[in-house]
């Protein structure tokens, strides 16, 4: 008997490991749509969950196929370099928010596939909007479509704020007064495509010269230079620091509804999103991608993420609800109930953007985070 | 009557065995290490020197070198790393002189506590130090609130945060090597000592320290390469400027694909660095021949007086210290939108529902990868542990070199590494592509401990006994089966829990190669801190932390408290 003890202790081992395994390999038939679906997206899983779980339930009742869907949380940049690394072979079917101008560059790539929607989808989502450059909703050469409206601007802790004397803040310059020394939370724009584009809008809206200043004067007031954009409401929530750039419909707003004090504000010509959906070339699941993808943009999908803090992509729906809705809370944290009644100012120009990328990333290496020492003694002593 | 015939007659059993040769078990062994160790450090070293082409290029090296940022970075690198290990012997040094040669109230319990504070990935430790050391933190907001200070206290963010965290979290390891070769000084070395006049501080001196050297020396690398290869605990407390910090950051974005070179370049560099590490710490403890065989350990004296108290006093505080971690994770893990206050104000469960409950993909991986793993290494470990300390087979040093090589290669380097090496296919299979990596990875960086433990008990089993096995005609097989094993498994098992404990607390190479389904726990809450929900976060750690702890306990139990040598990164 003992002898033989080391074998069935290894054959156990293997039967263990082996079991182990198993459910690692996915199994496949054939079916309306498949049964798999894979979304690698830096939108927030407060938004992409609650998105998935309707689609889910819309896919078993539409089509009785039970799909199993996986989100890659990645930020836009991590997600747009994985697509890239993959090269036509993804291992994700949908490429899912940030800049339009990252899906344009894929596309150029031929790294997207055509969304493929009923024209009487598209007809619903108007090709643009702002003033004086237009923000695209949708891709005129088909490759993507905007899931939803999301605008960009800063989020602040209020009771912090009136610690250090400030009782709102309402404009970029705001940002600058000293009492906000060491309060500032940002992410450099090499880090951060979202807080990139923050940079661009300044650097659009003051010109090269005096946007690099007011970035350095920034600069001055920064305490941390946190690794994501995403963790900037975080440490806001949290109390750490009082303000930041930030997406409110990627956790701002989250934070809100479990009960932090967070207020937001959209500043001048702050930049909108419209969150581009794009199917990638050579997906596994091309039928439940585009599938996905018109559910999210049909009332139902709408109205899922509109609950999360995300802008309908048509002026059929609005920011309205009952009184302490989520819909009347978002409406009340951004100030803002559509996208489409009034004038949405907008200077970002992304062929501006794309041409200088790195040079920004390179000149905000050089004039702000290198010198951060010196900027804290010059603007604020 | 002939005399085969004859023998077979005296003799029943005893037939000579055709043995199976040396090499042709090894050869997997190498086979495993050449593809899986040196072959992704050769392409990582490679892609460092080309460009994106694919030819052969210095530019990115010399935009390195020509970079004053990556200077700096490399300079602020080293002084942290050294500045930690100084930290940690101040800390880790009176601590193990203090659980090995005397005697106070809760010795034994202390001494278990002291190892729990390194069982936590970086992330984790300084997430938990943020809710209480914070700005907003726990301590802050009792000085701003109760004692009227106006601005909070900065106790993390900048190079002292970094070095406070890093010390509490890894000063366990310099116990821990401290008090295995404390242990193992001869006492009639000392007595020999003090009879020729050597006493107090001189005895220290000429006989202990000298003997304790390589226990230093291999617990203050082990700090070095750590603290050096951590990028998590500077990137929270908003430290960019240091290697590890941008080889993480450079390699996660893609958009620029300059800065993706330089994240290649750097994470080269960082692997070429441990190595230096690694070859001075060896040259340093080269002459610790004086290996001892059998020791009389020294007695423990009993502290007298006022040393009775002050002795547990300095442990609670310095753990008091390393566990604040864990205690913001525990607050943040059950509080409910917690911010400004000393503690939360509202409580929930919901953190854990989601996380066990709601998807528990991350446990479920997390148990999945390390099962697997702990297979592959104990069939790997076990061979290499054997091969090191009972045959004679070519490239044995090399093989050590290897294995001790890999405890030293930062988890960025390594996760760099695979995603370049193994990112075409490979006799039909791109491995970045099939789950396999993932125990792959954990196994390959986590095996040294199973090899090293496996290696430490056979030195205690005397050749002897296998020899007289084999007399009697058993096979090499059966030898080790029926001899060697029974003998040394309390020590294979701990070492193979070792291995599993932190294949669970990788937090760097997997965190670069995971693909959508295949979540571990550490991923996990790097998900969660990333999107914003710390009390998800939190709750995972929690979760980690407590898996952690049993495992530990578990081989505390099966090996008496003698973890030292595990830990150790000099050879054997």
Known sequence: ?381 | MSVEVAREAAWPRVRPRRRVPGWLWATPVYAFLLLFVVYPLIRLLAEAVTDEAGRLSLTYLAQFAGDPFYRKALVNSLWVAGGTVLGCLALGLPAAFLLVRYDFPGRELWSYLTVLPIVMPPLVGIMGLVFVLGRAGTVNVLLMDYLGLARPVNFLYGWHGVLLAMVLHYFPLVTLNVVDALTKVDASLEEAAEAMGSRGLRRVRDITLPLLTPGLVSGATLVFILSFADFATPLVVGMQDLLAAQAYLNIVQFVDRRLFRMGLVVGALMSLLAIGFLLVARRAVAMREYAVVSYRAVERRPLRGAWRLIAPALFATALGLAFLPHLGLLLAAFGKAWSLTPLPTRFTLEHFDQVLHLTPTYVVNSLRWGAVAVALILVLGVSIGWMLARTSLPGRELVDSVVTLVLALPGTAVGIAYLRAFHAPLAGITLTRSWFVMPLVLAVRRMPYTVRATFASLLTVHPAMEEAAASVGASSLRTFLDVSLPLIWRGVVAGALFSLLFALQEAAATILLVLPGWETITVGIFTFYTSGTFGQAAALGVVLVTLSAAILYAIYRLTGARLGGLFGSGGG
């Open chain 1, 1 to 381: 008997m003992r002898r033989a003890r080391p074998w069935w202790i290894l054959a156990l081992l293997t039967v263990a490991a082996v079991g182990a395994l198993l459910p690692a390999w996915p199994s496949r038939a054939q079916q309306p749509i498949e049964n798999r679906l894979v979304i690698i997206t830096p939108v927030a899983r407060t938004v992409t969950e609650p998105t998935v779980a309707a689609f889910r339930e819309f896919a078993r009742r539409r089509y009785n196929v039970d799909v199993q869907v996986t989100v890659v949380s990645a930020g836009t940049p991590v997600a747009y370099g994985r697509i890239r690394e993959w090269g036509g072979r993804p291992e994700a079917d949908i490429f899912w928010g940030g800049e339009p101008a990252l899906f344009d560059d894929l596309a150029e790539r031929k790294l997207l596939a055509p969304v493929e929607l009923p024209e009487s989808v598209l007809r619903e989502i108007p090709a643009s909007i702002g003033t004086p450059k237009p923000v695209l909703l949708k891709d005129p050469r088909g490759f993507w479509v905007g899931c939803c409206l999301t605008p960009y601007g800063l989020v602040y802790h209020p009771r912090l704020l009136r610690r250090v004397g400030l009782q709102t803040l309402r404009e970029w310059d705001d940002l600058l007064d000293c009492r906000l020394k060491g309060q500032i939370a940002q992410a450099t724009p090499d880090r951060s495509s979202s807080n990139h584009a923050t940079y661009e809008v300044i650097l659009q809206l003051y010109g090269w010269q005096k946007g690099w200043e007011w970035a350095q004067r920034l600069g001055a007031n920064t305490g941390i230079f946190v690794a994501r954009s995403r963790d900037v409401p975080t440490v806001v929530a949290k109390g750490e620091f009082a303000v930041g750039f930030a997406v409110p419909a990627y956790m701002a707003f989250e934070d809100l509804l479990s009960g932090y004090e967070l207020r937001y504000v959209h500043p001048t010509a702050a930049f909108v999103t419209p969150e581009p959906l794009a199917v990638l070339a050579g997906a596994r699941n091309p039928r439940a991608a585009r599938e996905f993808i018109q559910f999210a943009l049909s009332e139902e999908g709408q109205k899922t993420m509109m609950a999360r803090g995300q802008y309908g992509i048509s002026p059929k729906y609005r920011m309205e609800g009952p009184p302490g809705s989520p819909l009347a809370r978002m409406a009340e944290f951004t100030g803002i109930k559509s996208f489409f009644e009034k004038p949405v100012r907008n200077v970002y120009d992304d062929d501006v953007a794309q041409k200088r990328y790195s040079e920004v990333n390179e000149v905000f290496r050089k004039l702000i985070v290198e010198r951060h020492g010196e900027l804290k003694r010059r603007f604020c002593p």
